[in-house]
């Protein structure tokens, strides 16, 4: 079974960093990813960090600044490093890739179960 897995999220004071991790596993022949979300109560879910297509990094404005996505160096896990964590920052994070399995020809897009961030004032 394919699927991305989130971890680091949970309880920080405002100021505070944390980083979230996002990693694909199952058959796997290659995988794209392709950036962070994020939905906090109530809301519906929006752009966090993302790759472009042309490979500019696109950043909410909301974070500019504060937060840094990345990928390791073989392109299996994807971070977001979160600095200066604001209470709004409260939401549950999700990653979103194209991951091309092992037994089919063309990719499909696939988002991770979420992780919870919570910013405490």
């Known amino acids: 079974q394919v699927q991305l897995v989130e971890s680091g999220g949970g309880l920080v004071q405002a100021g505070g960093s944390l980083r979230l991790s996002c990693a694909a596993s199952?058959?796997?022949?290659?995988?794209?990813?392709m950036g962070w979300y994020r939905q906090a109560p109530r809301k519906q879910r929006e752009l966090v960090a993302v790759?472009?297509?042309?490979?500019?990094?696109n950043y909410a404005d909301s974070v500019k600044g504060r937060f840094t996505i990345s990928t390791d160096n073989i392109g299996n896990t994807m971070y977001l490093q979160m600095n200066s964590l604001k209470p709004e920052d409260t939401a549950v994070y999700y990653c979103n890739a194209e991951i091309l399995r092992s037994d089919r020809l063309r990719p499909s897009g696939y988002w991770g179960q979420g992780t919870q961030v919570t910013v405490s004032s």
């Open positions: 790759f472009s297509s042309s490979g500019v990094i």
């Open positions: 199952g058959r796997i022949r290659a995988t794209k990813f």
